[in-house]
């Protein structure tokens, strides 16, 4: 079973306030993964990392920025919350090295709110 | 590009009827098709992929999909649902990002699956 932790389940917050989404994984994965879902749409992948002090931007672009410095942990903060971030945010590693064929396990995700 | 199309957003079923959600894809390269399952408020979980061989794949829970290279499709299938099966499933298709070897899914909208009593 496949343990990957994150905090906040939930979040209300101001418009302007600075967030951390904390992500963690315990399997020892090199690759990670910070997808935005809205309700009843697709996942979008915003941000991903090969390993520590790698971080690359997705396909959909964000505000948000990332840092890997431990390879168990890969939080996403938010400079300037607003209310177009409104979102579900899941993060993801993966465990094998052929890429394309990984299995990416998922945690519960974060339900940001913005006011 | 990678584009994956699922045709329903919702499918209401009775218990232990038979199910199919249906799932479209398009790739110029080759591809790797997975199913999710996300369960409410919790995260995805894999049901099942398609890396090569057999084009019919197994999966956990009883279900199964069949990769159909002609039509494009990776269609999923159960037999006979539950209750415990009500859920949001998701369709993906993978490639390898070129320079850092990282793997990209492409998503589709999702099938939101109601099993009725």
């Known amino acids: 079973e496949a343990d990957i932790y994150q905090t906040p389940r939930y979040l209300v917050i101001g418009t302007g306030k600075k967030i951390t989404l904390e992500c963690s994984q315990t399997m020892g994965h090199d690759k990670m993964y910070w997808y935005q879902q809205d309700p009843g749409m697709e996942l979008h992948l915003i941000h991903y990392?090969?390993?520590?002090?790698?971080?690359e931007k997705g396909d959909l672009s964000s505000e948000s920025t990332v840092s890997r410095i431990r390879t168990e942990h890969f939080p996403l903060t938010l400079e300037s919350a607003r209310p177009s971030h409104t979102s579900q945010y899941l993060c993801?590693?993966?465990?094998?090295?052929?890429?394309?064929?990984?299995?990416?396990?998922f945690g519960p995700g974060t339900r940001l709110t913005v006011l | 590009a990678q584009s994956v199309t699922q045709l329903d957003s919702q499918v209401p079923v009775f218990e232990e009827a038979p199910v199919e959600l249906r799932c479209n894809y398009s790739s110029s390269v080759s591809v790797y098709l997975f199913w999710y399952v996300q369960y409410p408020n919790q995260g995805l979980q894999l049901l099942l992929k398609y890396l090569s061989g057999s084009t019919l794949v197994k999966g956990i829970n009883g279900f199964e999909a069949e990769f159909n290279k002609s039509q494009t499709s990776f269609h999923l299938r159960k037999p006979s649902v539950h209750i415990s099966d009500t859920a949001e499933y998701f369709c993906a298709v993978s490639f390898t990002h070129i320079i850092q070897g990282a793997q990209k899914l492409v998503f589709g909208q999702g099938t939101r699956l109601t099993i009725n009593p």
């Open positions: 990392s090969y390993g520590v002090n790698s971080t």
């Open positions: 993801a590693s993966s465990d094998a090295p052929g890429a394309s064929t990984d299995t990416q396990y």
